[in-house]
């Protein structure tokens, strides 16, 4: 019998990260035989023990914060989205012992918004609140998707301006600070900001919303978010945690990894359990 493949996440902190069950979970769809590890890497210390872990016959990495930038840094090649994100996600050798480096997060949100939750992108006046690392990971793959017009609003509005300068080439971007956003309607909003995790919502103008607006958080929680309490409490149509997002994301490494596309429903709702068991 063939050894088990091995595989990792590295970010730091780690300890609360469900990707090991994620990915276990889709190798018993399939009968593979692997080992998947959640591994807490010192800050400074990335490359080396990405190096480490390939020299040692690894098969595949996924990286979360902090380490998506040295991701995209450490890998040989990257792909187009990964290079314009500047993060990976996602490493795996490929058959000449190049790293290649991948950034599957934009993916896996689109595919839960407009696959899991049947909501549109394409046509869609789209908003993203922030313009960090989260929020630069996942513009190339919303903007393929050809929605009519996104707007980037974040706090410092400069660094909005930046990254729709740079993501300009494939849509309508355009980008501002929060006060910017009165006078505007959006049908999609997006939170790709971390302020959900401390319990925050940034300043917005209810008058954005429509009754027709989906509102989206990418972080998750075993409650709503307060970005999702404030969304459902000014009448969006609807409001979804970025937990599929998640679990679509792996399942788009998992597809590089093993040439093989896992069922993610039944994957989400096991998630969704273990996260409300915990609670």
Request: charged residues 20%.
């Amino acid at each position: 019998m063939s050894s088990a493949r091995k595989f990792a996440v590295y970010g730091n902190p780690i300890k609360h990260s469900k990707s090991p069950i994620i990915h276990t979970a889709f190798a018993a769809q399939f009968g593979h035989r692997i080992e998947y590890r959640a591994v807490r890497v010192e800050l400074g210390d990335f490359e080396r023990s990405a190096r480490a872990f390939f020299e040692r016959g690894g098969a595949g990495l996924n990286v979360t914060v902090p380490f998506k930038p040295e991701a995209a840094a450490f890998a040989d090649r990257l792909s187009e989205r990964a290079r314009r994100a500047g993060a990976a996600n996602t490493l795996h050798p490929a058959a000449d012992g190049a790293i290649l480096g991948d950034n599957t997060d934009g993916l896996g949100l689109v595919r839960d918004m407009v696959v899991n939750l049947g909501w549109a992108v394409q046509g869609a006046r789209v908003l993203v609140l922030g313009a960090g690392g989260a929020a630069r990971g996942v513009l190339e793959p919303l903007l393929l998707e050809r929605p009519h017009s996104l707007y980037i609003a974040n706090r410092t509005a400069s660094k909005a301006g930046e990254l729709a300068g740079i993501f300009g080439e494939l849509g309508d971007v355009a980008g501002g600070g929060l006060e910017d956003l009165e006078g505007r309607a959006f049908d999609l909003v997006i939170n790709a900001t971390s302020a959900g995790l401390s319990g925050e919502v940034p300043p917005l103008p209810p008058a954005m919303l429509t009754e027709r607006s989906c509102c989206y958080d990418m972080v998750y929680g075993a409650e709503p978010t307060a970005f999702m309490r404030w969304a459902a409490q000014h009448a969006a149509w609807a409001v979804a945690d970025g937990l599929g997002m998640l679990v679509e994301q792996a399942a788009e490494s998992y597809y590089r990894w093993h040439q093989a596309r896992p069922e993610t429903g039944p994957v989400i709702r096991q998630v969704r359990e273990v996260l409300a068991a915990a609670a």
